[in-house]
């Protein structure tokens, strides 16, 4: 037997060990299963160019819990070690990376959003355990090895009678860790962290039906038939799907496959997804992954299941910021890439080249997917459009190079639930709705119902009107102005439509000059200045008397900051106003005028205005129930 003394410079590692090496005490359970399918996967290869004794075979991994002993071993059939390969692998290389991480990190470890480092990852048993053993065999005709440490820099390392190839780490649980030492508990850590390793990984054993037994089926006297039980036998419960879709070419999947494997991802999604997009990269590096479009809503802070980033299969963390772009966070399935650095702090990681190409690759798919799924079969991509709308508009918003592509397939609904791309939109409606100065004005709405009277005096004018109710509409249709040709969009309630694109036509008013100047000072007198800005206006006859409007600029900065619109905090804060567009030419307002007793006057304005507020959604509380009032005395 051999004892020893690690040599390390860092007086009673153990403690920062268990203190910074991960902020999650479990993550213990992933390394060393990680560490196992390593050594399980090197023998793999080594016996596939012949440069090994043992033959590769059906190896698994395993898990058990000794409760009583409170222990919890992790067993696998890989490479082993001989007693040489266990002080040079364990004592030296192993022992000297966690050193040098912890100078490295042991200040900041807590607060970078460390991801995970597998090179680490055998001490991070000592997190939860008070002894650690290794009895391990190596694939060659080396005799087998036991090592042993009690978290302090000593060790012993002996012979063991060991005669399967392959290592058993046992861990021996402290007293604060006994959680690890519950069926539930590691059962749920397994399902976390290595659902998709590519070893089989054995937790217990489970009783299913005898595949070889057919049970008979016999018939009484009164042809009643009874059929005897299934037999059933014990097998190993293999918790894990070591071939996951994501690691098989799209041409081996069919979309029940796809489906099939979203249902595995989230188990708790009853809803199917509306699409797939398979990554599959290996230069200028290595990616692979699979991506579901859910069924969305506008409220982005809805996300619960997240996609989930592997590396080589091992579970890794669904933080995936900075490696998949913000905009398609609200996506779910999984990425998984050898090339992402993740022994390293989140900030690096957002700085980092290989990452920044990962991330442009993945937005350039999922363009390049969206053209194709347009292209393919456009009504089913408009009757999506809906539930898909806000991850292309967020992302035409946030990314440059998905905003050039977007212009293939971002589709501009209608009120009338007609669908056309930007050019199409373009095309449709530069004859009638180009201003007399030359620039095409848009017309859009958020709300069919509030805003009903608007868009129907657009639509008796021939004019196209959108339907955009995102919230991030007023940051988008900015960005729209800015990059498009002399164009503006505004919203159908913005002004009267005359308005809204002027034309070189001008309305002739039936009021004269004195008698503007006297309706004016009489609706000023009446109406508070604080919430409505009065404006006389020549109309069609039949147009609406009274109609409010808000002005786009202020009512387009207003939405912007309330959505995170930067420093428009000034916006944010100033009195919701309106403009009060009073029609000159409309019988009500010639018979305000010409009504005798200055009451009635101010009775017939103030009703006028209150019907206004009503159609606009803006009559609450007292004032609503005061109108509904007055207007039963008027009826009386």
Known sequence: MTKGSINVSV???????????????????????????????KLKHLASVGDSKSEYGNPIIEVKIDKEGKKLHIIDQGLGMSAEEVEKYINQVAFSGAEEFLDKYK?????????????????????????????????????????????SPEFTLEASDRTERGSEIILHIAEDSTEFLEENRISELLSKYNKFMPIPIKFGTKEVNDPEFTPATTTDKEGKETTEPHKKITVDDIINNPNPAWTKQPADLDDAAYKSFYRELYPAQFEEPLFHIHLNVDYPFNLTGILYFPKMTNDMNM????????????????????????????????????????????????????????????????ADKLKSLFNSNREDFEQKWDDIKIVIEYGMLSEDKFFE??????????VDGKFFTYEELFNKTKANQTDKDGKL???YASNKDTQHSYIESAKAKGYEVLMLDTPIVPHLIQKLESSKENISFVRVDGDHIDNLIKKDEVAISKLSEEEKTTLETLLKETIPSEKFAVQLEAMDSDASPFIITQPEFMR?????????????????NMPEMYNLIVNTNSELVSEILNTKTKKKQERLITQSLDLARLSQGLLKGEELTNFVKRSYEMIK
């Open 441 to 443: 004005v848009i017309l």
């Open 556 to 572: 387009r900065m207003k939405e912007m900051q309330q959505t995170g619109g930067g420093g428009m905090n000034m916006f944010g």
């Open 303 to 366: 996300q619960k299941d997240k996609i989930q980033l592997y590396q080589n299969q091992v579970y890794v963390t669904d933080n995936v910021e900075g490696i998949v772009p913000e905009f398609l966070t609200m996506l779910r399935g999984v990425i998984d890439s050898p090339d992402i650095p993740l022994n390293v702090s989140r900030s690096y990681l957002q700085a980092d080249g290989a990452v920044k190409k990962i991330s442009s690759y993945i937005t350039r798919k999922v």
């Open 107 to 151: 200040d900041a470890a807590k607060d970078s959003g460390i991801i995970g480092h597998f090179g680490l990852g055998f001490y991070s048993a000592f997190m939860v355990a008070e002894k650690v053993e290794i009895i391990t065999k190596s694939h060659t005709d080396e005799p087998a090895a036991h090592w042993t440490c009690d978290g």
């Open 11 to 41: 007086e009673n590692i153990f403690p920062l060990i268990k203190k910074f090496l991960y902020s999650d005490h479990e993550i213990f359970l992933r390394e060393l299963i990680s560490n196992a399918t390593d050594a399980t996967l």
């Open 405 to 414: 592509k977007a212009d293939a397939f971002a589709l501009y609904p209608t």
